[in-house]
DNA sequence: CTGCCAAACTGGTCGGACCAGATCTCCGCG
DNA sequence: CGCGGAGATCTGGTCCGACCAGTTTGGCAG
């Protein structure tokens, strides 16, 4: 963390701060010259930090002074910034993103299976085997399956869809992934809703492979959700959630 | 837009000059020093604009040189400014951006049918009622039809899902939608979709609904694209798409 | 108490400067 | 002729101090 240039390290302060919901939305943010003061830079470094502020989207920069945003208006990059206020994070908010995530490769699964070619094609039925067959870790098994996510979105040509899913990537699986000291999802959970998804993309039946895809995520889900709730039982809510 | 900041439309033109494949991937953007001068304007003001920039994701600025970023890794954002980059737009992106925006929309029907309560779910059916009965002009119901949208993603009660819509926001209306000028869609083509839908929110079956919205969305999609690609049949291509 | 004006404050821009790290150049060694 | 490395050069990061033009605020007059 040490290494982060000034401008960046005050605005993941300040970030957190409003995350955390030490301000009010639309609240004033203190001046650029008493944060300048309070932290010891000069004020074109706090300047520096605003900047990345607004372009979250948690603060608005005008004249007369900074205010905080609705939540609501923020960047899709604050989801990240908000998993990793809490150690374990937020139940709920990771819950949110594995169901908005799950919803997005549907669509993807829908789109890829029906436009792929055969070479592409080719590279889902390979990565859907893989993770039948060699499944050692769940970790493993998540590397295959984020591969898999960006076959379906390769192929289906869309480029927002793909600005979403990297908008998405939010390194979730740092907060969600299952250890390895976790016993792995058994085979027998999965293997169904995995062989229905390797027939849909043999047969090009989009709609299958979706719902194939919504079976699989489903039962992740449920599985890190017990998880967390379990882990988390004991933290304090809060946070302009 | 004489009254933005100079850093704003200093960015701008940089931002418009990088999504025109001005600069290739990778590729060094001048220096901060040079373009002060290009501009005439003092470095602190480039670099605000280079902040901008490196927060919109289609730049990296580091030591030794500011570097163009891979469209994919750009923030959502970008898509609006590749749809006004072209007037008309890109048929082909506007139908990305809208292929998208259904499926997404599909995804909050689904999860806000389920999840509403009885207010909410009423209010969902005073706007698909209203869709279907008072339909004077297209910008009218679409109107509508967007402040459907906010309902099923607040009922939905996905933060995430939220800031995924706020993303996809993008005022694809002032480039998408039909005129005034321009027929209506018939309510013929539509009333089909939108009874479904009242019929599934009413009987609470996500499912249906994410159907009924998918079926609606997609005719709308289909008179959208064959408009534009109607007037767009002599626009040069080109850019990063 | 109300309305309005001036003072204080806020962000935007400027000029100029120094640092540390990245990049480039060019010379000398193999 | 090729290659590696040292030094010059360039780049972004930060700082200082200053001025401008809008915003906000405080207090004075009505």
Redesign the pocket.
Known sequence: MSSM???HSIAATLRDDILRGQYRRGER?P????LAERF??????V??A?KRLEQLGIAD??????RVNPIEEASLDVIEHLLALESPPNPELVDQTLETLSGFLAMAARLGTERADSAQRAAMLTLVTEMIEAPDTDTQRTEIFRALGNAFVEASGNLVLRLVQHGLRTRYSDYVLPDDRQEAVPLAVIEAPLLRLKESIESEDGTNASEALLELTSTIRKRIRNRLVAENNDASRGGPL
Chains 1, 2 share one sequence.
Request: charged share 30%.
């Open positions: 240039t000034q401008d943010l001046s650029e010259r008493d010891g830079v000069h004020r074109s470094t300047r520096a605003f920069i005008r004249q007369g002074g900074a």
